[in-house]
């Protein structure tokens, strides 16, 4: 049990682990730039040919170190054999023998210098050509490096450019998200002023600044009423002056005639009158005229007798 639940977690462990990688790769591809790793690559490239060529005047320096060394022990082996020839002449050939002894040890140390100066001498000519090689490779990757960065620096503005028209780039989308809360605003706005336009027309905002007075509004209420009813007290009266002129006009025949036997014809009443089957007192209620105003029928006028 114990070897399953181990088990178990290690799978856990590595579905986790496999799961961080995954999303770590997945934020640094969207974080990478190709440009700038092309151009991390180039400038790592030309630090290896300065490393590559300072190795290069590293190895030249020692050889030329080598090759002073040789020279300075080549002279002094022709200064020993000029020494060992002037002691001969002299007659010293214990000097003569330790001069050749040195020049021997010289020329040891000079077969040594020799053997080091060829050795160096070849890693020169091979780090000189590796450097010349990568020097090609570098300006070769330059020009690469350059076309791919103006191809895609292309295809990235050309998509930008296609985003841009078809309204899906983050910019525009901001843009657009921008233009849509405006014009909500400015709708929301002008709703607010139509309803405040209508309830100040329907007097529900009539002091929009200050306390409304309940009473003046009162006040002016009535006094309106009392403008209504002066103006319905005159119409009835204008009513009731003329209608018994219009039914003292009436001959008691119908016939149209005055009752001073006047032939002209009665001038038009500002209403209909009322049909000869109906006695004066009802035409007066049916026309709205108080019947207080009307004359009583004993001021009526008798059949066949003149006004």
Same mark, same amino acid.
């Given at each position: 049990?114990?070897?399953?639940?181990?088990?178990?977690?290690?799978?856990?462990?590595?579905?986790?682990?496999?799961?961080?990688?995954?999303?770590?790769?997945?934020?640094?591809?969207?974080?990478?730039?190709?440009?700038?790793?092309?151009?991390?690559?180039?400038?790592?490239?030309?630090?290896?040919?300065?490393?590559?060529?300072?190795?290069?005047?590293?190895?030249?320096?020692?050889?030329?170190?080598?090759?002073?060394?040789?020279?300075?022990?080549?002279?002094?082996?022709?200064?020993?054999?000029?020494?060992?020839?002037?002691?001969?002449?002299?007659?010293?050939?214990?000097?003569?023998?330790?001069?050749?002894?040195?020049?021997?040890?010289?020329?040891?140390?000079?077969?040594?210098?020799?053997?080091?100066?060829?050795?160096?001498?070849?890693?020169?000519?091979?780090?000189?050509?590796?450097?010349?090689?990568?020097?090609?490779?570098?300006?070769?990757?330059?020009?690469?490096?350059?076309?791919?960065?103006?191809?895609?620096?292309?295809?990235?503005?050309?998509?930008?450019?296609?985003?841009?028209?078809?309204?899906?780039?983050?910019?525009?989308?901001?843009?657009?998200?921008?233009?849509?809360?405006?014009?909500?605003?400015?709708?929301?706005?002008?709703?607010?002023?139509?309803?405040?336009?209508?309830?100040? #027309?329907?007097?529900? *905002?009539?002091?929009? =600044?200050?306390?409304? !007075?309940?009473?003046? /509004?009162?006040? $002016? +209420?009535?006094? %309106?009423?009392?403008?209504?009813?002066?103006?319905?007290?005159?119409?009835?009266?204008?009513?009731?002056?003329? #209608?018994?002129?219009? *039914?003292?006009?009436? =001959?008691?025949?119908? !016939?149209?005639?005055? /009752?001073?036997? $006047? +032939?002209?014809? %009665?001038?038009?009443?500002?209403?209909?009158?009322?049909?000869?089957?109906?006695?004066?007192?009802?035409?007066?209620?049916?026309?709205?005229?108080?019947?207080?105003?009307?004359?009583?029928?004993?001021?009526?006028?008798?059949?066949?007798?003149?006004?």
């Amino acid at each position: 049990m114990l070897m399953k639940g181990t088990a178990a977690r290690m799978g856990v462990m590595k579905r986790v682990s496999l799961v961080f990688k995954a999303k770590a790769n997945r934020a640094l591809d969207k974080m990478e730039d190709p440009r700038e790793t092309l151009d991390y690559s180039y400038q790592r490239q030309l630090e290896l040919l300065t490393k590559v060529r300072r190795g290069v005047a590293d190895v030249a320096t020692s050889r030329k170190r080598v090759e002073l060394q040789m020279n300075q022990l080549q002279q002094q082996a022709n200064k020993l054999d000029d020494q060992a020839r002037k002691a001969l002449g002299l007659g010293r050939e214990d000097l003569a023998r330790d001069a050749l002894q040195r020049k021997s040890s010289a020329g040891s140390q000079l077969n040594d210098l020799q053997a080091q100066y060829a050795q160096l001498q070849a890693e020169e000519e091979k780090l000189t050509v590796a450097s010349q090689r990568l020097q090609a490779k570098v300006d070769a990757f330059r020009t690469r490096k350059e076309t791919i960065k103006a191809t895609y620096t292309a295809a990235e503005a050309q998509t930008r450019i296609n985003e841009a028209f078809s309204g899906i780039s983050e910019e525009m989308g901001d843009v657009g998200m921008a233009i849509q809360r405006a014009e909500d605003k400015t709708a929301q706005m002008q709703a607010r002023a139509g309803a405040i336009d209508e309830l100040m #027309a329907s007097g529900a *905002l009539d002091d929009v =600044g200050g306390r409304r !007075d309940d009473i003046q /509004a009162e006040l $002016d +209420q009535l006094s %309106a009423n009392s403008d209504v009813e002066s103006e319905l007290r005159r119409l009835r009266g204008e009513i009731a002056a003329s #209608a018994p002129k219009q *039914l003292e006009g009436a =001959g008691p025949n119908g !016939d149209g005639q005055a /009752a001073n036997g $006047d +032939q002209g014809q %009665a001038q038009s009443a500002p209403y209909a009158p009322p049909a000869p089957t109906q006695n004066p007192r009802q035409a007066a209620q049916s026309a709205g005229i108080p019947v207080s105003d009307l004359p009583s029928a004993n001021d009526q006028p008798q059949d066949g007798e003149g006004s």
